[in-house]
């Protein structure tokens, strides 16, 4: 590993926060008549605190965190339990995602996941080769996460447990378990969504407006926010409509975080978009290479913690970007380090400064 690795990452990750800074000045000038408005001030201050973030995370030697990986998933457990607990989840929206400390709030959501993240690479690197043998250890470890994540779908918070039990099994495939073992627990957990799709009518009707959006969508009052996500990615073509210049989201709600893929598609086009998606998917390949290395060291912690990383920031972005397109169902999930919001810059820049420090100690143990 060189030491252009690192530098890397790190140019990603400030390129892709520009390109944030940029797109929510761009959607937020709607709400004033100043590019200067209060949202667009709040989220440089969560840029700078992502930076300050990213720092603390780095300074952090990874044995701390494995070493702790149980206490890991207990705080997760903490966490899910006490966001449903009248007066002290905040209702919104019709549902308690958030917790409220007067001064600011956390998103339940957005914390449990670098605390998953840390007991699933923690459990798989203390059994990663029992894992490859038996299927105790996954049944173990899958049975945790999923008792988090039951949680929070209560709140609810559907996108969160289909990313996390998505990043669960990728990181036990990742760590070599056997696909027999694989396919029998996933046939489960498909039949537990299956069957939790019927259990919420709505989850049916946001299948129904997807596969038609404009007519069965508008009747059932469930595709005004995709009909104007397809609209914005037609107006954009090939160069976009320009910056500041878009029109549907004015129109779409959570146009700043949920559905700010569409709005940049809309005003850059499908140039615009294409390098956005592009730079995602390096910092995920970056990342992965940082996992593969820590794994030829047999630094399994490391390596299925930077792998979980990577499935992570790679799946919420597919989803993100599925659900502007109308090919995933509606879920409320930012576009990593460029939609809105304090709570998921903040986790996924600790993230990458946690990453970061891997990759510096993998170079440490090279120069032995």
């Not at 449903?84 to 549902?95: A, F, K, Q």
């Not at 009747?219 to 990615?233: A, M, R, V």
């Not at 549907?248 to 086009?269: R, Y």
């Not at 998921?344 to 440490?364: C, F, P, Q, T, Y």
Request: include cysteine.
């Amino acid at each position: 590993m060189t030491a252009k690795q690192p530098l890397t990452l790190l140019y990603l990750w400030v390129i892709l926060l520009g390109f944030g800074v940029i797109a929510v000045a761009s959607v937020s000038v709607h709400l004033a008549d100043s590019w200067l408005n209060s949202m667009f001030l709040r989220h440089l201050v969560y840029v700078v605190l992502s930076g300050v973030a990213l720092v603390l995370a780095y300074l952090i030697p990874t044995e701390r965190y494995s070493q702790f990986h149980r206490a890991a998933w207990l705080v997760a457990l903490v966490f899910a339990a006490l966001v449903l607990i009248p007066g002290i989840g905040v209702e919104s929206g019709g549902g308690r995602r958030w917790i409220s400390f007067h001064f600011f709030t956390i998103q339940v959501s957005e914390i449990v996941k670098p605390l998953l993240l840390v007991f699933i690479a923690g459990y798989v690197g203390v059994n990663f080769e029992r894992i490859q043998r038996s299927m105790v250890p996954l049944v173990t470890v899958l049975l945790s996460v999923g008792l988090v994540l039951s949680l929070i779908f209560l709140e609810p918070d559907f996108g969160t447990v289909a990313i996390m039990g998505t990043v669960a099994v990728g990181v036990l495939f990742l760590a070599k378990a056997r696909l027999s073992h694989l396919f029998v627990l996933g046939g489960i957990a498909i039949s537990v969504i299956a069957a939790l799709l019927y259990v919420e009518p709505y989850r049916v009707t946001r299948l129904v407006t997807l596969l038609s959006p404009w007519e069965e969508g508008v009747k059932l009052d469930e595709g005004y926010q995709l009909t104007n996500s397809l609209i914005g990615f037609g107006r954009g073509e090939f160069t976009g409509t320009g910056l500041g210049t878009g029109l549907q989201k004015t129109f779409t709600p959570a146009s700043h975080n949920d559905f700010i893929f569409a709005t940049i598609a809309e005003e850059t086009g499908v140039i615009g978009a294409s390098i956005v998606l592009g730079l995602l998917m390096a910092l995920v390949y970056k990342i992965s290479n940082v996992a593969r290395t820590a794994l030829r060291k047999d630094r399994h912690f490391e390596s299925m913690f930077c792998y979980g990383v990577a499935l992570l920031i790679g799946f919420q972005a597919l989803i993100h970007v599925g659900v502007n397109a109308g090919i995933f169902p509606t879920k409320g999930l930012t576009l990593p380090f460029i939609s809105y919001g304090g709570n998921s810059l903040l986790i996924l820049s600790a993230l990458i400064g946690m990453v970061l420090r891997i990759d510096r100690s993998n170079e440490v143990d090279t120069s032995k």
